[in-house]
């Protein structure tokens, strides 16, 4: 049996027509940067994070970067977040003229761990980025309580999130700002690239409408500088066909996800996620632990199962971060987890059979102990 790690096609196969119809609008209108398309998928996915508003961006990162420039980081400034994230978290940090800080991540829920942030804290910090990696909300309201306590805005990285809940809130509508991706593999996903932030603040919604679109507020008046990260009409159009399938995808994934977790939390030397009781897990990624990674993920591979590792380089440890003179050891969690993590085959159209292949062959080969 072959399981392939992300299977997009089996994803859009049921929804060619509509895309079709929706691409053929576009054209007719003849409004391809922006526009109407897009203002109707900002409206219906503000609506899905219950937050007031949404901006179309081109990517998650501009999503990050422009959501820092909004609230005022600039060069050298300080920006807390993780080292167990993409790498483009840190970059839209560094493309603000700022710095990022690390603080590790709690070694259940792989988020930022709390207790780090008073030990990260100097007087340039200027906004605090937590990330819901792998689809399950960092513990929000600790963070929240330490950014009101020193005036500092949060801003969530929800790239992998959309959907997620904590305590009843959704993804992106907990912090000042949240921050989405479209890419193509996220659970909510374009048909190429895009992003956007949701916000219940007016004036920060407003200040990145002008930032997306090189800081105009009028056209041909620029009242800032800004840069063009516009969402492409196109993309617009089919998000919103795709964002009434996401529901029922996440749901899916929860399934599968349940169904693995129940197995591999019989067996020893596996590390199953742990799903906090007050989070509302999506699973972008369902990613295990094991021992000899490397070794397991080849013989998955050699049986027909598709693999990822995410990531396998902590971000304070990238060659890109080697100014900032972090040694090995400075985040042990996730120097630790890179080195374990091991992501399986997840997204809603997995068959069970399929589902119970990945299981079976997991486990027999971390039983066969070829990992000692
Ligand atoms: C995907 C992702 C991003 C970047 O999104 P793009 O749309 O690829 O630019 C940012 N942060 C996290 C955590 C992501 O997973």
Redesign the pocket.
Known sequence: MKVPFLDLKAHHAPLRGHFKSAIADVIDSGIFAGGPAVADFEEAFAAFCKCDYAVGLG??????WLALLACGVGPGDEVITVPS??M??AEAITYCGAKPVFVDVDERTYTMAPDGLARALTSRTKAIVP?H?FGQIADMDPILKFGRQHGIPVIE?A??GHGAEYKGRRAGSIGEIG?F???PG?NLGALG???AIVTNNLELAEKIRILRDHGQARKYHHTVVGWNCRMDAIQGACLAIKLKHLERGNELRRAHAARYTAAFNAVEEIVAPFEAECARHVY?VYAIRVPDRDEVMRQLEAKGIGCGVHYPVPVHLQQAYASLEHARGAFPVSEQIAQEFLSLPMFPELAQAQVDYVIETVTEIVNSGVMA
């Open positions: 990517s998650g990162t501009e999503a990050v994230t993409f483009a978290t990330v990696l990285d790239a992998q921050c991706s479209f890419y996220k690239e895009a992003g972008h």
